[in-house]
């Protein structure tokens, strides 16, 4: 009976550790999606990867709508040439992702060639079967 309640709680928390691991892999896998989204600039693949109600807070204190950060990027406003995270962290609880980790990036904004660095958290929701950001606020690296 002991080995039996032993083997349950074993296979319990292994059950958990699969789906968590499943889970961080899924969103893992969408913010990768999300960066190669922003350096393209393809409409369709940003859209495919925030929600609707996106809030994305830019390290200057803009905030911006999905519209609006969907264009910004499309129209070339806001160029990304490259962008690299490090230090990346996550934890996901239920239907909700938080994400934290520091970006490098060469922008062409406006014409203008320049490097940025960041700290960002990102809040992901699960839509359906599909990871989707839902917030995002970057701070500037002093």
Known sequence: MKK???LLLI??????GFTQSRQDS???STVEKLRLAMISGIKEDLESVVH???SYGHSNGTIEGK?????????GKSDFVSIEFYGQTISVQK??????????????DGGKPSEI????????TKTGKDWKLLARQAVKLI
């Open 11 to 16: 296979l319990t928390y292994s059950l958990v």
């Open 52 to 54: 609707d109600s996106l």
């Open 26 to 28: 899924e969103v893992i």
């Open 67 to 75: 519209y609006e950060f969907v264009e910004k990027i499309v129209s």
């Open 117 to 124: 660095k960041l700290k960002i958290l990102l809040v992901f």
């Open 4 to 6: 039996a309640a032993l």
């Open 95 to 108: 239907n909700i992702a938080l994400v934290r980790h520091s970006l490098i990036a060469n922008i062409n």
